[in-house]
């Protein structure tokens, strides 16, 4: 990332434009997620966050060490204190709703199946389901 600032500078384009600045603020946009794309944290990086703010006892300077929020500190801190720490949030997934079809066609193919095969045969099924609803057929 250093070596596309110092290529995209604003004092590097020409005429003095502010091209490069622009086009550098959005691939730092591209690069960090928001907050609504942001992951879960592991057990891995919850341990890391707990063992910096052991070291410094600050939520500040933990966040510092561990790279994420002073906010996030204090709430794994508390966490700890309170005996949840052992509670991993799961966020639902996409897939959930068709795991069960998906793992009968595994088991049956004795997981031969092919990837594009099932995901046309689980459009097909969700269309004619759609198509169904659609029409009130049960």
Known sequence: ??????????????GGSTT???????LSVLKHPTTE???????GEIMEILEAFDL???????????GCSYHTVAHHVEARAAGA???VA???RLID??????EEWVEASHGKVRADVAHDKLRDTTS???NDVLRGVR
């Open 1 to 14: 990332m250093a070596d596309i600032r110092s290529a995209l500078s604003v004092d590097g384009c020409p």
């Open 20 to 26: 490069g600045a622009l086009l550098l603020g959005v």
């Open 37 to 43: 794309e942001e992951h879960v944290k592991s057990y």
């Open 56 to 66: 410094t006892a600050s939520y500040r300077d933990a966040g510092e060490l561990a």
């Open 85 to 87: 720490l052992g509670e």
């Open 90 to 92: 799961r966020r639902d």
């Open 97 to 102: 709703p068709f795991l069960p079809k998906l």
């Open 128 to 130: 004619n389901h759609r």
